[in-house]
Structures are given as C-alpha cells and as structure tokens.
C-alpha cells in the first residue's frame, strides 16, 4: 500500500491496472496495491485523454463535483468565471470543477437571430465570441431596411446591431436621411428652332420614406436623376434659343414642378431645383457674339445720332440768340478768342492800336 496526499483545490482519481475506481479529496489516502492517482486542479476545466468521459459520469460521487455542460449543434454556452467572461464553448461535452471557482453558464440558442440572451458586454470584444454574431452599423444619419431570407422585417435607426451568425441571410440596405444635392451637368439639349446648349443643373433633395426608396425602387438616385433630365429635355425643347435665354429663370422652377410627383413615387421629395449655367456650344457662340456685337453697334449709332442732333439743335437756338443781340455776339466771339489763345505759345503785339483790338484783327478774318 502506498499513502497520498491531495493538497486544496486538487482532486484526485483513483485508476486500477487502467480502470477508473473512485475519486478522492483533499487530505490523506492509502492506495491499495497497483492501485494509482491522477491528479487535476479544480481552478480549470477538466480533459482527459485516457478515459472515455461516459464511464466517469458512471460514479455519482464524481459527477457531484463537476458543471457538465452539454453543447448542441445549434447552441453557444459562454461562459463566465468569478462573474468575468472565460470562454464560449461551441457543440461538444465540457467539464467544469465547483468549489474552487465560481463559475455562470448562458445558454444561447443559434436557430433564431436575434441576441436575446443577457451577455455581458465584455464579451462582444473577445474573438471566440464574436466570430458567431454578425454586426451592423447604422449611422445617425442613416436608416436601413433589414430583409430576412429576402423578406423584410423592419426599418433599423442609428446605432449597432448584433445578430447570431447562422445559415439565415440577413442584409441591411441604408439610405442617407440628410438634405442631398443631384449634380445634372453637361447636358446637351436642342431648343424648339435646333440651337444647341449645354445646361448645368441641380437638385436638392431628402429621403422622405425609405422603405419606399429600397424597397419599391432599384436605383432611386438615377431614377431621380432621369427624371429630372426629361423634365429638362420637354423645357428646353419647346423654346426657341432667345426664348430660353429670356425665361431661363422659370426653368428651374417648371422642371421642380414637373418632377415633384415622381419623385413622391420614388420616397423622396425635392425640395429645390435650380440653374448654374447655360453654355452655347461651337458655332452658336460665335453667332450669337457677333449678333451681340451688331445689336450694341446699332444701339451706339442711335445714341451718337441723338446726341448729334441734339447738339446741332444747341448751335441753332445760340445762332438765333447772337443774331438778336451783338453784345452776345461779342461775347461768344472773345470766347472763341480765348480758346483760340489757349493752342498759342507766345503773342507778340505792337504798334499804337489797343490789346483787344489787335487780337481781333489777328483772329478773325474780314
């Protein structure tokens, strides 16, 4: 015979010639002949590689001693050791030692998606756990249809969702619930007498029902887009290029009104349209410079003849006025003298005759 001692938080198992015998604690113990002991540390989960796990669970004894914890195919047990996340044990047999250590079991059932488990939150960042959950990101701006095997479910606001990873599909499509702005640029369109021009427009717009716009709508961004250049088109092709030119204002306004109920069908509303740029492309603008050119010409010599006229009918009523009065006369013509005296560098005069006299005779002509 031979004495053991099994120190605290050990177990020990007793095996004749191979075979399991019985389970001894903490203390003292004889072993009887070819009798031996294994002995585990009760702070771990119990393996053994020597022993077929159905023939230990034969003794109730040992079986007291243990957390056995039965994992199906379609399940998770996480498990949590001294109220801190351990480890999530997928399908298979697991052994636990009590006493030593306290340990909590949460069962989780994998044929369904939601988490409806109470899971610390601690668990969500550890790897063997979070390979089996799927994540979502909605952001606050955003909302989402979820569908379910292609079927959809609900409408899922800003925030993260968790669901269990199995054979369901799941898929999230988003929408951006902000104002959004539809650039519509470079298009080239023909007015009602075959000019051509080049229209740089936009639209503001916001998502109004999202389930309408992922769901009833593929594409509802160029759906939106394309309807907003028919409205374009229809516009621009029932005027002539003057016409369009003149009224380019209202454009943006017809085109915000011929698309409004469209857009109602796609989920969305507009809520402005308008106007960057209207370009002539090629020859037209050259034509239409040079038709610029002619008109500001013709608007000149209609001013220069006015003014010429204007001008004339002046001398006539001042003629009329000097052939009235000689004083004026005079005066008009020392005006002329001085003008005159302006342009001269230097006046020499002589002789016995007055200054004013002598200019006279220099300046006018008899």
Do not use: P
Not at 110 to 132: G, P, R, V, W
Not at 313 to 332: F, I, P, Q, V
Not at 338 to 345: M, P, S
Request: glycine share 4%.
């Amino acid at each position: 015979m031979k004495k053991v001692h099994i120190n605290a938080g050990k177990i020990g198992l007793v095996f004749k010639n191979g075979d399991y015998k019985r389970v001894i604690k903490e203390g003292g113990h004889w072993l009887r002949f070819r009798e031996s002991v294994s002995i585990y540390n009760t702070s771990l989960s119990f393996t053994s590689n020597t022993i077929d796990l159905d023939v230990l669970l034969q003794d109730e004894a040992l079986v007291k001693l243990w957390h056995v914890i039965d994992v199906l195919d379609h399940e998770l047990v996480i498990v949590y050791k001294n109220k801190k996340y351990s480890q999530t044990l997928t399908s298979g047999r697991y052994i636990f030692w009590k006493g030593l250590v306290e340990y909590q079991f949460t069962r989780a059932d994998l044929n369904k998606i939601d988490i409806t488990e109470s899971i610390d939150k601690a668990a969500f960042s550890k790897y063997d756990f979070i390979k089996h959950i799927r994540v979502f990101e909605v952001a606050a701006h955003e909302k989402a249809v979820m569908l379910v095997n292609d079927e959809y479910v609900k409408t899922l606001t800003g925030g993260t969702y968790r669901f269990w990873r199995n054979d369901i599909t799941i898929k999230i499509a988003k929408a951006d619930m902000r104002q959004l702005q539809l650039e519509i640029s470079g298009q080239e369109l023909l007015t009602k007498d075959k000019a051509t021009v080049r229209l740089n427009f936009y639209a503001q717009y916001k998502v109004m029902n999202v389930e309408k716009a992922l769901l009833e709508t593929k594409d509802y961004e160029k759906q939106l887009y394309i309807s907003l250049q028919l409205a374009l088109r229809a516009y621009v092709g029932s005027y002539s290029l003057d016409e369009l030119l003149e009224s380019k204002e209202a454009l943006a306004q017809v085109v915000f009104e011929n698309s409004k109920a469209m857009a109602t069908k796609l989920g969305v509303t507009i809520l402005s349209c308008g106007v960057r740029d209207v370009i002539l492309t090629g020859d037209m603008k050259d034509i239409m410079n040079r038709v610029l050119i002619a008109q500001k010409t013709a608007q000149a010599n209609v001013i220069t003849r006015r003014e010429e006229t204007a001008s004339t009918r002046s001398l006539l009523n001042t003629a009329k006025l000097m052939e009235d009065n000689e004083m004026l006369y005079k005066l008009k013509e020392m005006e002329y003298v001085e003008k005159i005296a302006d342009k001269v560098g230097e006046i020499t005069l002589s002789g016995n005759s007055g200054m004013v006299t002598q200019l006279t005779e220099l300046f006018t002509t008899k």
